[in-house]
């Protein structure tokens, strides 16, 4: 194996990496292996994966069980065309997710990633209006939601800030007030009022004309893990749905146990009528996502002519080894194991937040299941805000890999974090706040 600084020389000559400007940001750091919540690099130093390797790693780096799934099934079949084509893998994941979904979310569409699953949604509402001989044409957006990099995801998530380079790109979009809330707030109420007026007029003036709103359900990742509450999301979506707008869930981030319950739809106990998955669908092994929509959707489609067909597909759609490591990683997710973690992390969390709390530099304490966010006090919020990186900086220095969303710091670990590792985050953070707030 190249030695680590040929390595970091040679990335330095032909990567270019995801969201970093490579003038200023430090070497990327070559990392060797996983094992469960820690990752290790080629000097053998330790990092403790408090963010899930951007949230996809569900049940811990190097799973033996998803990993052996993955490997039988490349001996068996690594890939086929899914035009005309069908496998087992594919078929026996979307029973297994329309058993675990509420409703009747039972029609799965599969492609490669979080952004296209959404791609997909909109695609799919947008033709399924026109299918019914109706031309709408706009969608609904909550403000500060992200859902993706490809246009159609930029432009639902155009207000998280994330893409003022491509504005001019993207379509126009309606967005509605989100009532972040934390612990403590105090205007909660009036924030959700603000929001179920603003949906009022939008819908009066635009509701006949919109195709679906598309939101993050319960927690806005990107945009700062901005947290409603779920008896505000219950309601709001029925007087989506009772207006006749389509509801699209994006669970990307939230999906496969993150806030508690399988899903946030099932923690709201409301029936979207799509819902997109992927990240934590594998447990972060494979690079798949499912847009899964209700059968009353899927009914539209169907037609003796091809017109009315959804035309759109990925050369991997439904890669087999990426439906095998997502069957094996829900059969881990909806083990009784898995479960006690979850309600072990998301006590932890709500301990240790407690405790943060108290911290003068800190505001804003909130959780939903395994996340658990705190704002630091600072002149410049945002994604850009000046403290990130000197946190990120901190926390990197002492092996645990927490990347805070501008003055956002948040904790999202795999569920098979050691009640001990977890703690060590935590004392991390106050140290942090301590020394350099
Ligand atoms: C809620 C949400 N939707 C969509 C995406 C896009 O997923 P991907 O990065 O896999 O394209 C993300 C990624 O962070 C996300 O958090």
Redesign the pocket.
Known sequence: MKDPKAIIAADKNHIWHPFTQAQTAPDAIPIVRGDGAKLFDADGNEYLDLISS??VNTHGHGHPKIAGAIARQAEQLEHVIFAGFTHEPAVRLAEKLSNVLPGDLSRVFYSD???TA?EVALKLTFQYWRNKGEARKKFLAFEGG????TVG?MSVGQSSGFFDAWQELLFDVGTLPFPATWQGDDDVETKEKKSFLALEQYLNEHGADTCAMIL?PLVQ??GGMRMCRPEFLKSFVQKLQTAGVLVIF?E??TGFGRTGDLFACRKADVVPDIICL??GLTGGFMPLSATVCRDELYAVFLDESFDKAFTHGHSFTANPLGCAAALASLELTVSSETQSRIDVIAKIHKDRLEKLAAFAPLECPRQTGTIAAIDVKAADSGYTAGIGPALKAYFMERGLLIRPLGNVMYVLPPYCIADEDLHRAYDGIEAAVQTIL
């Open positions: 951007w949230w990633n979080g952004s959404v992200y859902h993706g990099d995801a993050e990742g990107a994006d990307v981030m992927s990240k």
